[in-house]
């Protein structure tokens, strides 16, 4: 029987120690990529300077020089908010009256989209959203009659509100004060 | 010979060095190539040269998923709210290159509104220069037929929608539908899927 000499023991360890390393950096890269993309999203320059913590933000309509999110949609006016209901609840509002399409997307620090309301759902009915943590205690909180509790599966996350605009220059007078009806304030 | 032990000792710190920077950078190099170039690894649907996502903006999305998408297109809603395919080929496999002109053409897809929108290989948009970047439901003027057509490339043609894309460089189509019909939710292969078909020789 052939034995393994102490040289071929050795690189045969090595080639499995760098298997097994280069299989857990695979994975933890993997994993950790979009929470990475979130944290330059929700801290990076475009944060610092829209000043949005905790505060509504709202970017500029998407041309070419876009260039902070991929695939940005021109056809769509963004509003952001960057979220953080470490110390206590986020109250988030809305009343953009418009007949055609916007939405309100809450997203995770893992850049899960965990919650969505357009304006089918909200019908006629302003938007008023308690945003709390997943381990904060809603029974103490101070809610109104009508808003809508959401918890948040991490403490820090992005809001993204989109109201279509198929033709800017021509609907800019209606959407732009609809958006600015955001508001995304600590209660 | 006194020093050969020493300088042993300083191989196996080299070769050990060596190892682990190479199994960093293969462990790097695959999760990129996966989440860049492998789409197969995620759940798609395939329809024409239209590729879309099952898994988009969902939290049942599996960590290839999830990072595939935040890679690629960060931010997306879920099925139930938008759905996206991307075309990064012509109907005849080819791929999108902003040098060549494309004629896309279809019917409105079964949505509340839709658009059809033409990024740069680094997915952002094109620097038009009349800045249209997209063909959507409200500035599509559809034929006797129901249907709309517009260009994309170097050159406009006459009386047909241009979507200009400078440079020579690939690209990528997508098409955005907002509050699809429950039925395309259900069955996303049931999108009948605009064509996109090469025009004359590439610049």
Same mark, same amino acid.
């Given at each position: ?187 | ?54 898994? &988009?903006?969902?939290? =049942? +999305?599996?960590?290839?998923? %999830? #990072? ?7 931010? *997306? ?9 991307? &075309?990064?080929?012509? =109907? +005849?496999?080819?791929?999108? %290159? #902003? ?7 279809? *019917? ?9 929108? &033409?990024?740069?290989? =680094? ?81």
């Amino acid at each position: 029987m052939k034995r393994f000499s102490n040289l071929q023991r050795l690189w045969f360890y090595r080639v499995l120690t760098l298997i097994t390393t280069a299989i857990l950096v695979h994975i933890l890269a993997v994993w950790a990529a979009p929470r990475l993309i979130m944290q330059v999203l929700m801290q990076g320059p475009m944060a610092q300077t829209m000043n949005m913590q905790n505060q509504a933000a709202f970017p500029p309509r998407v041309t070419a020089a876009s260039r902070t999110v991929v695939m940005p949609s021109p056809d769509l006016l963004y509003s952001v908010c960057v979220f953080d209901v470490t110390a206590g609840p986020l109250r988030i509002s809305a009343n953009p009256n418009l007949k055609s399409y916007w939405s309100i997307a809450l997203y995770a620090a893992n850049s899960d989209n965990f919650f969505v309301i357009n304006d089918r759902k909200a019908s006629t009915t302003p938007v008023d959203l308690w945003l709390v943590s997943d381990s904060g205690s809603r029974s103490t909180l101070p809610i109104p009659t009508g808003a809508q509790v959401v918890v948040s599966p991490s403490t820090t996350g992005f809001l993204l509100m989109r109201v279509l605009t198929g033709n800017y220059e021509a609907e800019k007078a209606v959407i732009e004060p609809a958006r600015h009806t955001l508001t995304c304030t600590p209660a | 010979m006194r020093n050969k032990p020493g300088l042993g000792r300083w191989q196996r710190i080299g070769i050990g060095f060596a190892l682990y920077a190479a199994a960093v950078t293969l462990g790097l190099g695959s999760a990129w190539w996966v989440l860049k170039k492998a789409p197969w690894i995620v759940q798609t649907v395939q329809v024409g040269a239209w590729k879309g996502n099952l898994l &988009a903006g969902s939290q =049942d +999305a599996d960590m290839y998923t %999830r #990072s595939t998408i935040a890679l690629n297109a960060l931010l *997306a809603l879920g099925r139930d709210e938008s759905m996206y395919f991307i &075309a990064s080929e012509d =109907d +005849a496999g080819n791929p999108l %290159r #902003s040098n060549c002109s494309y004629h896309v053409e279809g *019917a409105p897809p079964k949505a509340r509104w839709w658009s059809i929108t &033409a990024y740069a290989d =680094d997915m952002f948009l094109f620097d038009a220069p009349n800045q249209h970047y997209s063909l959507n439901g409200t500035t599509a003027r559809l034929d006797t037929d129901g249907r709309f057509v517009f260009t994309t490339g170097g050159q406009e043609q006459p009386g047909i929608h241009w979507l200009p894309t400078p440079g020579r460089r690939g690209m990528v189509l997508t098409l955005r539908l907002y509050n699809p019909e429950p039925e395309l939710q259900a069955a996303p292969a049931s999108l009948v899927p605009p064509s996109i078909k090469a025009v004359g020789v590439c610049v």
